[in-house]
């Protein structure tokens, strides 16, 4: 996840939040403002959170399990060498 859509799901929370408390986007108050009046965390915390416990949940797991293959598969020699994708931006 890129820092663009880290903040996008930070935005996007908070919009959630702010009904809760009535409050309008021209009552000028910070996202951070908001978070703290209603004792929420960042998204990116709860994300973070959510990924350690799952983490934490495959090392439990017994060895064969295939979330756990999963995790710890590691490919063998050289892939194909793929050229990037060009964007529609940079077709002429």
């Known amino acids: 996840m890129n820092r663009e859509e880290q903040k996008q799901l930070g935005v996007a929370k908070v919009r959630f939040l702010r009904p809760f408390l009535g409050i309008i986007v021209r009552d000028k108050y910070n996202n951070v403002d908001v978070r703290n009046k209603l004792n929420q965390d960042s998204i990116l915390d709860e994300i ?45």
Not at 48 to 65: P, V
């Open 48 to 92: 973070r959170s959510y990924q350690q416990n799952w983490i934490q949940h495959l090392k439990r797991m017994e060895n064969n399990r295939s979330p756990n293959l999963t995790l710890q598969y590691q490919p063998n020699g050289k892939g194909d060498i793929v050229f990037p994708r060009r964007r529609w931006r940079e077709q002429d």
